[in-house]
């Protein structure tokens, strides 16, 4: 068990009271929808590896990158295809299908 000095317990305390309210709530909604386009723009064109020595090739291998999502959102927006859903995970299914 550790104890933290007063001032840092009420900053933490004061973070976690934050935390319910509908504001910070909002800004959440903002910064996952921000994390949700990064993580599949790494999914889809392995943005994390650069793939060639050069600085320009591989700057523009991110632009290209960066293009992807926008690119195949586009798509399914004109081919009427959903955008694939919140993923579960298989504990949370297994408590469904019961």
């Not at 599949?40 to 999502?69: E, K």
């Not at 859903?85 to 299908?97: I, N, Q, V, W, Y």
Request: positive net charge; proline residues 3%.
């Amino acid at each position: 068990m550790t104890f933290l000095p007063r001032d840092r317990y009420e900053a933490l305390e004061a973070a976690c009271r934050a935390q319910d309210t509908d504001e910070w709530k909002e800004r959440c909604k903002v910064r996952a929808g921000v994390e949700g386009t990064i993580s599949q723009a790494v999914r889809v064109t392995g943005l994390r590896r650069a793939r060639y020595r050069n600085l320009l090739t591989t700057r523009l291998g991110h632009v290209f990158a960066a293009t992807a999502p926008n690119i195949i959102r586009i798509d399914r927006w004109l081919t009427g295809t959903q955008l694939g859903g919140t993923r579960t995970s298989h504990p949370a299914a297994l408590m469904l299908a019961a």
